[in-house]
């Protein structure tokens, strides 16, 4: 079975893009993020930054091999601008973004139909002026060990070229690395047979 170990996102915060419909105005914007946490700050700042606007309209969607999302119509009709959204950031299969549409109200109404178009072309502008990046799934390893094997274990982190990401080097040394997902199974295996190293798996990451 073939491993999928790579996700798309957006590398940064993206400009901000304007779509005007009938003298309503729609700003939007995307945001990185990876906790909830992290979103009400973003809000509560776009809320000030338009504080005149009606409407503050958002989809995120956080996480790599379990996802979770959430969509808010913040008072416009039931999912003509949450959905919609959240319809952009399926279609160009991104995790980890948050988008907000600002919506300030012209004088006419637009209809659900007109709502839609107008929250999905704001989304889909925003994502097309955001730099879209590929990353990859990484499972982190501690090997651990005694001094008199280092050089048989730097031997095989050389062989296989893998990334060390910290070192604790004493009479019981420890150094933590960083595998592709597809190839963290091999990496695991090439260490097992020797009793004398262990080797441990942190986390997808």
């Not at 930054?49 to 995120?60: E, G, K, L, M, V």
């Not at 955001?130 to 050389?158: A, G, L, Q, W």
């Not at 070192?167 to 690395?177: G, M």
């Amino acid at each position: 079975m073939k491993i999928s170990d790579t996700y798309r996102t957006i590398a940064s915060k993206s400009e901000e893009v304007l779509y005007k419909e009938k003298n309503s105005k729609f700003y939007g914007y995307t945001f990185p993020v990876v906790a909830e946490e992290e979103i009400n700050t973003i809000l509560e700042q776009l809320r000030k930054q338009h504080h005149a606007a009606r409407h503050w309209c958002y989809a995120w969607k956080i996480g790599i091999e379990v996802t979770k999302y959430r969509v808010n119509d913040d008072g416009e009709p039931s999912n003509s601008a949450g959905k919609p959204i959240y319809g952009q950031i399926q279609s160009y299969e991104l995790t980890n973004i948050l988008i907000v549409v600002v919506r300030y109200f012209g004088g006419v109404k637009l209809g659900v139909g007109g709502l839609i178009n107008a929250y999905r072309t704001s989304a889909q502008l925003a994502i097309e002026t955001s730099e879209i990046i590929e990353k990859t799934i990484n499972v982190d390893y501690c090997i651990s060990f005694e001094y008199k094997d280092m050089n048989k274990v730097m031997r095989i982190i050389k062989e296989q070229g893998i990334r060390i990401t910290k070192q604790e080097l004493t009479l019981d040394c420890k150094i933590y690395i960083s595998v592709r997902k597809k190839k963290a199974n091999k990496i695991k295996e090439v260490f097992s047979p020797l009793y004398q190293i262990k080797i441990k798996a942190l986390k997808s990451r």
